[in-house]
């Protein structure tokens, strides 16, 4: 079994029906931004970065999709759980 150096709990914006998705979008940007373990990290991984950056860009679930896998494989290689359910 995996050992999770953090968790990040995003499920109640993931199943909010009554966001609108550029809602959804900022709360999710605002959550990873304002989060400590990852803040941390955002000086010495451009990659971390850049992947928040363009998820706070995207105009489209197409584009956020292709921008969150990203940021889901950031994750998994860091370690980070991060609750969608």
Not at 3 to 19: G, P, V
Not at 36 to 53: K, S
Not at 57 to 65: A, G, H, I, P
Request: proline share 1%; net charge negative.
């Amino acid at each position: 079994m995996p050992q999770w150096k953090h968790k990040i709990d995003l499920s109640d914006i993931f199943n909010d029906e009554d966001r609108t998705f550029l809602q959804c979008r900022d709360a999710i940007v605002t959550v990873l931004r304002a989060d400590t373990w990852l803040a941390a990290r955002f000086d010495d991984d451009d990659e971390l970065y850049g992947i928040v950056d363009e998820l706070n860009d995207t105009d489209t679930e197409e584009w956020f999709n292709s921008a969150w896998n990203a940021f889901y494989d950031w994750a998994d290689g860091e370690r980070l759980w991060v609750n969608t359910i």
